[in-house]
């Protein structure tokens, strides 16, 4: 049994660089972005408990650092998913019936050259074309299904050796949410393609004695990404053929054994969004945020085996874990951030309240 404690066609690009989003905040120089993004690194690699999480819940800054400086800990939480957007200019446009559904690093475009049959290569021989050089499919596979397959071989062929952590699962691809599908894609190789990807994050939280505790999973050890790391109680991406509400009652079967009649209670509370690139892989994603308020005696209860536990933290508590670790997995403080600020945790006597809140939807959000 668990245990807690109380506690358009073409998609354009942002033209500035992610720091300047914030011209009001001095700390974040480039040199403490820097280090903000080497200690993570070292932190999804090592090891923490619940002791470490709950002791770190339970320092607490001056008043003068609450209200100078207390906002920082997050802004570094959104660059960890919005970085090097200065090597945008490393990829090709993926271009689908004169629709941009993805980017394709130049490294990465050269594994494909093999797959002639499948992939084409346009060159920008007019000087202005809406793409400049592109990379495309080849005409003869004009439907969703022949797409897929054809793709589908590449990727199988590739192999985990160029797009490691396959899962067989498919994520649609599309220009935008609820755009046409143009064919669908094995979901490691999204960010190698540089789509758009969909997923759905949900608070599960309860009230005691008037204060929000929100329930926090810790991810097991044998996930293939973040490891060990903190997470939502329920969360995952939006694969082919589900929406958004059926995904999340799923979700809250296998995660954390949330019967549907109360996992059809979780509200729509909108979506974050992110731009991050890590060598051949950009990740584009929105993600759909969700409320549950669950009943005081619920203890949830994994069944899929991908979390390790559960703790009920008090809110302001977890404000102060991300606030100072890379505990938690990247994209799940941003969601936690946004509903900081919708429950009041966040208020506009904070130095920096609106550049933070614009933070947090500055990928392509549509």
Known sequence: MATFFCLSKFSTLPSRPFSSLFPSTPFLSKSSINLALASSFSSATSSFTWDDVLRVSHQSQSATQHRSRYLQGFYHKVQLCNRSSEKQSEFLPFVIEDHVVGFIHDGFVEHLRDFGDVFVFYKDKYNGAPYGDFVSLHPKLKTAEERTSAIGYVVEHLGEEQIPGIRNELYPVTSSYGAPIFFSLERAAAPYFGIKAYGVHMNGYVEVDGEKHLWVGKRSETKQTYPGMLDHLVAGGLPHGI????????????????????????????????????????????????????????????????????????????????????????????????????????????????????????????
Not at 255 to 282: F, H, L, N, Q, T
Not at 289 to 295: G, I, S, W
Not at 296 to 304: A, C, G, Q, S, T
Not at 343 to 353: C, K, L, N, R, V
């Open 243 to 366: 929406d958004c509400q059926e995904n999340v009652i799923k979700e809250c079967e296998e995660e954390a054994g949330i019967p549907r009649s109360i996992a059809i209670k979780a509200i729509p509370v909108g979506a974050v969004s992110y731009m991050d690139i890590e060598g051949y892989r950009y990740k584009r994603d929105v993600l759909f945020c969700y409320d549950l308020k669950l009943p005081k005696d619920f203890v949830p209860k994994n069944k899929d085996g991908e979390v390790d536990s559960f703790k009920l933290i008090p809110i302001t508590q977890v404000a102060e874990v991300i606030h100072k670790t890379h505990f938690f997995k990247p994209n799940c403080s941003l969601v936690i951030i946004d509903f900081l600020f919708r429950h009041g945790s966040i208020s506009p006597e904070y130095h920096g309240y609106l550049d933070l809140l614009r933070s947090l939807r500055i990928g392509d959000y549509s």
